[in-house]
């Protein structure tokens, strides 16, 4: 049972443009979600989160968004750079539910010049 | 200011062998928790451990145990080596056991032959 789905694989943005990655979680419980980003031969880097209180979160570039009702976060990266090519994982968890982080399957972002 | 390492980068094993792996979690951190990744899947939770003891476990057998040291390293054991076992493992600190964001090392990649 997927509980956290990426359902785009791949992801390819021009440099400057706006790169949009999807989520869908299907686990009502979860009250915070964050993205990792992972480079190859890397562990996943955390780049943001929000919690169910709020519909969006921003910080510098990166911008969640988090639809309730629908079960559909989004990260929007403006304006992707060459250096942001990375799979992107989203991730459900309960707050104050300790490590235990649920995550998608990932999308391939590549950010072309 | 030394992020979580682990250590070995690389393990080669045949089906029935024990392994352990190591995680020494960044400074100040008090809270580890394993994660094995699937060639293209997302991170999984194994367990957490905090306070030497285990905290929080997800659906992975008995085959899989660990150990926190005082020191807050960890180690993760798995025993009676199955193909299936052959992942990327991570390794992710945090400060207290209910952080939701964690800091992620490099992993192990295991091949079981």
């Known amino acids: 049972d997927q509980q956290v789905k990426q359902n785009s694989p791949s992801l390819s943005v021009q440099e400057g443009r706006i790169s949009i990655l999807n989520c869908d979680y299907t686990?009502?419980?979860?009250?915070?979600f964050l993205w990792y980003k992972k480079y190859p031969a890397e562990g996943p880097t955390f780049l943001i989160s929000?919690?169910?209180?709020?519909d969006k979160n921003e910080d510098g570039r990166f911008t969640v968004f988090l639809n309730k009702s629908a079960k559909h976060l989004s990260l929007h990266i403006v304006p992707s750079q060459p250096g942001d090519s990375a799979v992107y994982f989203c991730a459900g968890a309960l707050t104050g539910g300790g490590n235990k982080l649920t995550f998608g399957t990932g999308t391939q972002l590549k950010v072309e010049l | 200011d030394a992020g979580v390492t682990q250590s070995p980068t690389h393990l080669i094993k045949t089906r029935g062998q024990q392994v352990t792996l190591r995680c020494s979690p960044k400074?100040?951190?008090?809270?580890v928790s394993w994660y094995q990744q699937a060639l293209g899947q997302g991170p999984q939770f194994i367990f957490q451990?905090?306070?030497?003891?285990?905290?929080q476990r997800g659906n992975f057998p008995d085959r899989f145990s660990g150990h926190q040291f005082p020191n807050y390293s960890s180690e993760l054991n798995v025993n009676a080596l199955l193909l299936g076992d052959s992942a990327l493992y991570l390794c992710?600190?945090?400060?207290?056991?209910?952080?939701?964001?964690?800091?992620f090392g490099p992993g192990t990649r295991l091949t079981v032959l």
């Open positions: 992710a600190s945090s400060l207290g056991q209910f952080r939701n964001e964690q800091f």
């Open positions: 400074s100040g951190h008090d809270t």
């Open positions: 451990y905090y306070e030497e003891e285990e905290r």
């Open positions: 929000i919690s169910s209180i709020k």
């Open positions: 686990n009502s419980m979860f009250d915070y």
